[in-house]
């Protein structure tokens, strides 16, 4: 798998991995067929990432939605382990979307981190809600969020941080193998088929399924894939229909038809339920336990 012809040049602009060293984990695809790469642990150096970041003065947001139980339920440890892992070093400011600010936990944060409570509505079906953020993103990014950061991670909060996730998950554009789903071929990929969608791929469709739980890129970039899949969500409803996986189906009709600029490893964001995997160094996110009955009754 080797070498990734396009990992050093100015395609990848903004890289922040340091030299890469696909070589460095032979036994996975350490890049994709266009050229980029899929960053594993040991293929990229963090203290050049992390320095080549402090140079450029970045500020780097993290957006996270907090809607109805998943605000009592996650939001703080999702947030108290970011201070200890997520761009250690660097300017972040977090944007937290909510219906209710007043409840969002007071977490003390580090010097040059910032917390920002963005008002949303609470929408009646779980479903709703994840797919109501691709909205609410694009409407930040033309606002406050985009003068603030360089760059942006939107993340899911059923999560928490477990290892460094630093600036070498920055480019143009990101985008999250699915930790379930990155070993599976393609044709048995869960993007959505049904032609009449906006989110639709057709037969033999489809680079890799990528993860709503993460993803980012640039304040340009992003602006343009929330407002793809905001415009694909809008006009399923129209019509009737819903995506197979809701916004995550839309997610990955973007990234098919603008290819990410980098790719993280399912390392990124592992599912501790997966047990354990040799090419599963060292996770950096770990999701929580499924509790839908608790969380969507
Ligand atoms: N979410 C929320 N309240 C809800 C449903 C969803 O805040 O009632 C947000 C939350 O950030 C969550 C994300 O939307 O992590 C996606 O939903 P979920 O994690 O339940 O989807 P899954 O990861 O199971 O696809
Ligand atoms: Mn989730």
Not at 51 to 63: D, F, K, P
Not at 189 to 216: C, I, K, N, T, W
Not at 269 to 284: L, N, Q, T
């Amino acid at each position: 798998m080797g070498v990734c012809p396009l990992a050093r040049t100015p395609l990848l602009r903004d890289n922040f991995s340091g030299p890469l060293d696909p070589g460095a984990r032979p036994e996975v695809l350490t890049c994709t067929s266009w050229g980029l790469p899929i960053i594993w642990d040991g293929t990229f150096d963090p203290d050049v990432a992390q320095q080549e970041a402090v140079q450029r003065n970045l500020t780097v947001g993290l957006t996270v939605f907090a809607v109805g139980r998943y605000l009592e339920k996650y939001l703080e440890r999702f947030l108290e382990t970011a201070e200890q892992h997520f761009m250690v070093g660097q300017r972040v400011v977090y944007y937290v979307f909510t219906e209710r600010p007043a409840a969002v936990p007071r977490v003390p944060l580090g010097p040059g981190r910032r917390l920002r409570v963005e008002r949303v509505a609470r929408e009646r079906r779980w479903q709703d809600v994840s797919m109501a953020r691709m909205r609410a993103l694009q409407a930040a990014l033309g606002g406050r969020l985009g003068r603030e950061a360089r760059f942006v991670l939107c993340m899911d909060v059923d999560q928490h941080f477990s290892g460094a996730f630093g600036p070498e998950a920055l480019a143009e554009s990101v985008a999250q193998l699915h930790a379930w789903h990155y070993r599976w071929p393609r044709r048995l990929q869960p993007f959505e088929r049904d032609a009449r969608s906006a989110a639709a791929l057709g037969p033999g469709e489809g680079d890799f399924y990528y993860h709503a739980a993460v993803f980012g890129g640039s304040v340009a970039a992003l602006r343009r894939l929330t407002a793809h899949c905001a415009r694909g969500l809008r006009r399923d409803r129209a019509r009737g229909l819903e995506a197979r996986w809701h916004d995550e189906s839309h997610l990955n009709k973007f990234f098919w038809l603008h290819k990410p600029a980098k790719l993280l490893s399912p390392e990124f964001c592992w599912s501790p339920e997966i047990g354990r995997r040799a090419e599963i160094r060292r996770p950096r996110l770990l999701w929580a336990p499924k509790e839908y009955a608790l969380l969507r009754s």
